[in-house]
């Protein structure tokens, strides 16, 4: 069977020293998408705009020192442990995603600390939406790193990613891509077309839970990130990816148990008016 062969230059190109890469190019585009598409949504919601330069400020750090120490932390602790100086050399690569959604979680909680815009799941949720673009990017700069690759396949989709081996394997970094960019038409057309936005902390749950589900499942047809995960029933990727189900369930049942109470209050309510002269 003939497969696909993947042999792309990282770099877009080089001139000396100086050799920009696609993955930060398509790392800075979908901050860009995902600053246009807040900017929209502001817009409709009549909200001020003056402080999304400094929200996007600290998502950005967030993300970039969240990602990082997620992976300094949870896949190479020893490595890192032993030339902490590394720990700073984020261009050599090792950004954990779970490391940067959790990041953003707490820039989200760090700029309402000063501006306090909105509740924190308010903003959670408008986020939630604009970010989904950057995350499916990101996964497309992996697939121009040939990295985050998938276990042996043969598939007809099955790659073979030159710079690493000769093997057809599972494009995992781009099952990835397309599993965000799903979720993120789903949220997207959910935020404009049905009241979803009204109920704080319902976008957030599902957005966790299915891309972390997504992420979950995606892992099984991974090759192991770092050796310690060699044997283990469930690797790291899928362990950090449960804490956010959970949350994400979490969320989407307390909002429904407080739907039910607020339709049952308004039934008492209707019922005890004086103009039901029962």
């Not at 330069?53 to 949870?74: E, Q, T």
Request: hydrophobic residues 50%; proline residues 5%.
């Amino acid at each position: 069977m003939n497969y696909l062969t993947w042999n792309v230059d990282p770099a877009i190109f080089r001139l000396g020293p100086f050799a920009p890469r696609w993955y930060g190019l398509l790392f800075g585009l979908g901050f860009m998408l995902g600053y246009l598409i807040l900017v929209r949504i502001y817009r409709h919601e009549r909200r001020p705009e003056e402080n999304l330069s400094s929200l996007f400020l600290y998502i950005f750090l967030g993300v970039v020192i969240g990602a990082r120490l997620g992976h300094v932390l949870f896949y190479q602790p020893d490595y890192y442990l032993a030339r902490p100086w590394e720990i700073f050399m984020i261009w050599q690569g090792g950004l954990a995603s779970h490391g940067g959604f959790t990041g953003v979680l707490i820039a989200i909680y760090l700029y309402l600390r000063k501006y306090r815009d909105m509740s924190f799941l308010e903003l959670s949720d408008r986020l939630v939406i604009a970010s989904l673009p950057a995350a499916s990017l990101i996964r497309i700069g992996n697939l121009f790193n040939s990295e985050i690759l998938g276990v042996p396949s043969d598939l007809p989709w099955a790659i073979i990613f030159v710079r690493v081996d000769d093997i057809p394997r599972h494009p995992a970094m781009l099952y990835e891509s397309l599993a965000y960019a799903f979720v993120f038409a789903v949220v997207y057309i959910a935020y404009w077309k049905t009241e979803i936005v009204k109920i704080p902390g319902r976008i957030l749950g599902a957005g966790f839970v299915a891309c972390f589900t997504a992420r979950f499942l995606i892992e099984f047809v991974k090759e192991e990130q770092v050796r310690f995960e060699q044997g283990m029933p469930l690797n790291v990727g899928q362990l950090l990816s449960i804490p956010f189900i959970l949350t994400g369930l979490l969320l989407l049942y307390r909002r429904q148990k407080l739907d039910h109470a607020d339709t049952r209050t308004r039934k008492v309510r209707k019922l005890d008016s004086p103009l039901n002269g029962s």
